[in-house]
């Protein structure tokens, strides 16, 4: 692991949203050769909603998706997934099986607050 500087750590835009729809990506993306989800993420007023994809079925449902906050970058450039254009990425951490565990604020705070 190599150090990198507070300015560069600081240009990471990391910031919390409130996913209002979750769907499988292979209603969207048929082909997809991994589960996963397609989040719509609301980071409140000024950014508004962003679309991600989540390989994070193995341990959520749609439903409890709905109205969780999730922590995730926004300034990194678009990446197309399939038929999907990814604009943020949804953060999380690996367990011991290797299913993703997202990264959450402990306490509810305000949509679009950014990581301090």
């Keep these: 692991m190599s150090d990198i500087d507070w300015d560069a750590f600081q240009q990471v835009e990391l910031r919390v949203g409130r996913v209002v729809e979750a769907r499988p990506l292979a209603e969207v993306f048929p082909g997809a050769r ?3 989800y397609v989040l719509h ?5 000024g950014i508004g909603i962003r679309k991600s994809s989540a390989q994070i079925t193995e341990r959520y449902s749609v439903d409890a998706l709905i109205g969780r906050q999730v922590v995730a970058v926004l300034n990194l450039p678009p990446k197309q997934i ?3 254009m990814s604009q943020c990425l949804v953060t999380g951490f690996h367990d011991a099986q290797g299913h993703v565990a ?3 604020p402990d306490a509810d705070v305000p949509l679009g607050t950014r990581l301090a």
């Excluded at 993420?41 to 007023?45: E, I, L, N, Q, R």
Aim: net charge neutral.
């Design 82 to 84: 399939g038929p999907l």
């Design 34 to 36: 991994k589960p996963a």
């Design 41 to 45: 993420v609301d980071f409140g007023p």
């Design 102 to 104: 997202l990264c959450v």
